[in-house]
């Protein structure tokens, strides 16, 4: 296990997923506030844009983890 790597990508992970959220729950908030939707359309937006921004990090592991390898080459020999 690559250690530096690990802590390298899980750093990134949680500084880009707190502006993902952050960003996916706002726009719900601002939404349904700017329409008069209520608070219960409000929370579903927030939720569905949870849902794409989970997909976003998703995304981001699986490019972060091909480009900083978190398995040592030696570990992919054995």
């Given at each position: 296990m690559n250690t530096r790597n690990l802590i390298t990508i899980l750093s990134m992970m949680v500084l880009v997923g707190?502006?993902?959220?952050?960003?996916?729950?706002?726009?719900g908030w601002a939404l349904a506030g700017l329409f008069d939707l209520g608070d219960t359309v409000g929370h579903v937006l927030m939720?569905?844009?949870?849902?794409?921004?989970?997909?976003?990090?998703?995304?981001?592991?699986?490019?972060?983890?091909?480009?900083?390898?978190?398995?040592?080459?030696?570990?992919?020999?054995?």
């Open positions: 707190t502006e993902v959220f952050a960003v996916a729950i706002a726009a939720a569905v844009f949870s849902v794409g921004a989970a997909w976003v990090m998703l995304q981001l592991w699986r490019r972060a983890t091909s480009i900083e390898p978190l398995r040592d080459s030696a570990s992919k020999t054995r």
